[in-house]
């Protein structure tokens, strides 16, 4: 049996991981330049930037396992601050625990809520770089961007940007929603249409370094959120990064970053001097801002970011049952599947290794 994985996220990471750990041959093949979609860490003139995931969840069994495979329990590190704030009518109130994330959107479980985030000291690319070391040489490709599947005579092909068609006996599709959609429309046309009802939003966060006296509010937390629907447009929450974790600025420095929902009034492709211009005028006056960011960088997001309805469990199963009368393996992994975050990432790379070689032993 030989696997194609399209999605060089973390979730196809770990169903590669999980795949050749039980010795299936697997070609995993990533759109972009880089693996770890939405886990991007920048480290320069030290400060260490984390565009996407800042972290996850403690207490999640699966994290910590892989973690623990992969060497890195070591490195793991907890927030400094677990105090949070909700930003009202322009001032800051404390929230009580748990009550940020919740305000925030994020489905988290009762038993995550209030406990904070963990990550990895030199951030969370290094549980990116551990896992693609971990594969086979030769197993991953870069800028190989599928656009299609069919079935073939034995399994899945794939065709690829460049003309290439990639045949696989099974085939697990670790990328967003409406790309496996895209994917898929000629061979399930009915799976197609319901993985396009699974919604997302888009996202923007920019990075802020400031001289420490330039930032009169004290940082006694990890950040605030302001209150209102998710997909509002507009800020909706800022983390006080070098208050969360203790290696992310340097001396003198403090680094801030702050999460947009893009609108009509600025939209995901303006420019990063734009989006820079409008963070500094969101935080300046909330947390006491004198002058402009040393160094500022931007991360933009394109509907990525699920909001999973209160029927998504009944929704993924219907779309599960119509692949699994594809006629050959296929399985989606990634957090537009699984909530939530990290972890529901890593479950989710599991599950569709596991059941891909269930479904194959048979």
């Not at 009915?190 to 888009?202: P, Q």
């Not at 600025?266 to 500094?280: K, M, T």
């Not at 399985?331 to 990290?342: M, N, T, V």
């Amino acid at each position: 049996m030989t696997v194609l994985i399209v999605g060089g996220g973390l979730a196809g990471l770990v169903a590669a991981r999980e795949l050749t750990k039980a010795g299936v041959p697997v070609r995993l093949v990533e759109a972009g330049s880089r693996v770890g979609g939405q886990i991007w860490t920048e480290c320069s003139s030290g400060f260490l930037i984390e565009h996407g995931a800042e972290g996850f969840s403690p207490v999640r069994p699966a994290t910590r396992a892989l973690c623990d495979e992969l060497g890195l329990t070591g490195r793991m590190v907890s927030q400094d601050r677990l105090e949070a704030f909700a930003l009202r009518r322009g001032k800051l109130e404390p929230l009580r625990p748990g009550e940020a994330a919740r305000l925030a959107g994020i489905q988290a479980s009762a038993a995550e809520l209030g406990r904070g985030m963990a990550s990895l000291r030199g951030g969370m690319g290094g549980l990116i770089e551990a896992l693609a070391q971990s594969l086979p040489a030769g197993c991953l490709k870069l800028e190989v961007e599928a656009q299609a599947a069919r079935r073939g005579n034995r399994g899945w092909e794939v065709l690829t940007s460049s003309g290439q068609v990639v045949s696989a006996d099974a085939l697990v599709l670790a990328i967003p929603a409406a790309r496996a959609a895209e994917l898929l429309a000629s061979a399930s046309p009915a799976a197609a249409g319901k993985l396009l009802s699974l919604r997302t939003v888009s996202s923007v966060s920019v990075s802020l370094a400031y001289p420490r006296q330039a930032v009169a509010h004290p940082l006694d937390g990890m950040g605030f959120v302001k209150p209102g629907p998710p997909e509002r447009a507009g800020l909706r929450a800022s983390s006080f990064v070098s208050s969360q974790f203790s290696d992310r600025a340097p001396a003198g420095y403090v680094l801030l970053r702050a999460f947009f929902r893009p609108g009509p009034r600025l939209a995901l492709s303006a420019s990063d001097a734009r989006w820079v211009a409008h963070a500094s005028q969101a935080l300046a006056p909330v947390l006491g801002i004198r002058g402009q960011p040393t160094r500022a960088w931007v991360a933009r997001w394109r509907q990525v970011l699920p909001r999973y309805a209160d029927d998504h469990e009944a929704r993924l199963q219907e779309i599960e049952t119509l692949l699994s009368r594809a006629g050959a393996p296929l399985f989606l992994a990634g957090a537009a599947y699984r909530p939530a975050g990290i972890g529901g990432a890593i479950e989710s790379g599991i599950a569709a290794a596991r059941g891909l070689l269930g479904r194959c032993a048979l």
